[in-house]
């Protein structure tokens, strides 16, 4: 069964760092075709894609968000990171990884498949 | 960026109606169109991928259509449990990107 847990602050402060952790269970990262990637929801808003880290370790990043955040893995411990700098209000939201398979055609290469299994979030407020 | 834009934004509908959501992208992304349900306080679910393969457990009222630039997810006799906001989103290439929902009431 192939799970997905989110965990970080609750709170946090304009301008600092937030640090979240997506454990996951039942797939490997170093597997062929495997990636994790993040997404965001603002209260009441639509879903907002964030990153994505590949068996490979290859990143891709939101190019609104690019220059604010960092995803890395630690196979061993079955955890992907997202760092996201210097926070804002407008950062507030509920935060949520998912599992996504990057695959390979010889007619349209790489291509990305749905995330098919999500964690079930975890909420971020920005405020002082 | 691709951009993916949904309409209705929102609608309200009769239980046993047929519900139809369209998404368009801002530039051809083949099949690569998945779509997702989410309902309140609750992770959203996969629902369909690559534009029309159903993802296990989804019920076959579900459908999905659509190649290149226009797409739809159509619900052919919608159920109580449908009532839920309801994304597509592209995965033909970085920055995957999301549509801006439409959340389907029931009446």
């Known amino acids: 069964q192939v799970t997905l847990r989110e965990s970080g602050p609750a709170l946090v402060k304009p301008t600092q760092t937030l640090t979240l952790t997506c454990t996951f269970s039942g797939f490997s990262l170093s597997t062929s075709e495997m990636c994790v990637t993040w997404i965001r929801q603002p209260p009441g808003k639509a879903l907002e894609w964030l990153a994505v880290i590949d068996w490979e370790d290859d990143k891709y990043y939101s190019t609104s968000l690019a220059s604010r955040l960092t995803i890395s893995k630690d196979t061993s411990k079955n955890q992907v990171v997202l760092t996201l700098t210097n926070v804002d209000p407008v950062d507030t939201g509920t935060y949520y990884c998912?599992?996504?398979?990057?695959?390979?055609?010889?007619?349209?290469?790489?291509?990305?498949?749905?995330?098919?299994?999500w964690g079930q979030g975890t909420t971020v407020t920005v405020s002082s | 960026d691709i951009q993916m834009t949904q309409s209705p934004s929102s609608l309200s509908a009769s239980v046993g109606d047929r519900v139809t959501i369209t998404c368009r992208a801002s530039?051809?992304?083949?099949?690569?169109l998945n779509w997702y349900q989410q309902t309140p306080g609750k992770a959203p679910k996969l629902l369909v991928y690559a534009a029309s393969t159903l993802a296990s457990g989804v019920p076959s009222r579900f459908s999905g259509n659509g190649s290149g630039t226009e797409f739809t997810l159509t619900v052919t006799s919608l159920q109580p449990e449908d009532s839920a906001t309801y994304y597509c989103?592209?995965?033909?290439?970085?920055?995957?990107?999301f549509g801006g929902g439409t959340k389907v009431e029931i009446k």
């Open positions: 530039q051809t992304i083949s099949t690569y």
């Open positions: 989103q592209q995965s033909s290439s970085t920055p995957l990107t």
């Open positions: 998912a599992r996504i398979h990057l695959k390979y055609t010889d007619y349209d290469g790489y291509y990305y498949q749905g995330l098919d299994v």
